[in-house]
């Protein structure tokens, strides 16, 4: 993960200590969603912050592409109405940066939002490995979000001024880790944050203590993520 060179000057106030945690707080996940096919994971903060990464098919979907969104929310857990704004978004019309949304309702397990188009169901992010969840990392000059599914995949979004090959944009892979060893390896399916993420060759290990991940990168050195937790 090249994260030393994020992005310069990007305020990270929303990552501060969490609010009191809402059940629609923590990462949720879809496949195969709406017309572009995509497969993508949300992520709602407790201070009112959510990120999105998605991965579709702008062949089926001319409407927008590959990429992550940024934003903030609003939701109320009584009546369920959610609503959304749009901060940094590179997936054009996709996502929620386009969309009336109506309401959303989570269980434990499972989160509908209903929308102009009608509902849809994402999925808890959950799973056996301790590895299984969303990071969240913060610098003085940027941030990143790193989502692990328990299918072997991963999705990664980061945002923040462009520099040194890198830029805000999302990445997906599938991911193996070895809990004896800590040796973390991967491979990039979607790679739109360029030198960003997970795309170079180093190695890597990673070890988790409770709700801490430490990733150290041969060669660049050693990263502190928070766990993003759920209710």
Known sequence: MTLRKLLPGLALAFLATPLTAQAIVGSWYISRAQKAQSDAVITFLANGTYTLGED???????????????????????????????????????????????????????????????????????GKSPLIGSWYLKEDSGYAVATFLDDGTYIMVQDGKSGDGGKTGVERGTWKWDSKTKVFTRKVIVDTNGTWGFSDNLKRTILISKNTLTLKVSGEGTYTLKRVLAP
């Open 56 to 126: 579709g098919d702008s062949k089926l979907d001319p409407s927008g592409k590959d990429g992550m969104e940024r934003g903030t929310y609003k939701w109320n857990a009584k009546t369920k109405a959610i609503s959304f704004k749009t901060l940094v978004d590179t997936n054009g019309e996709w996502g929620m940066s386009h969309a009336e949304f109506e309401t959303a309702t989570a269980t434990k397990t499972k989160l509908t939002i209903t929308d102009e188009g009608g509902p849809f169901t994402l999925k808890r992010v959950t």
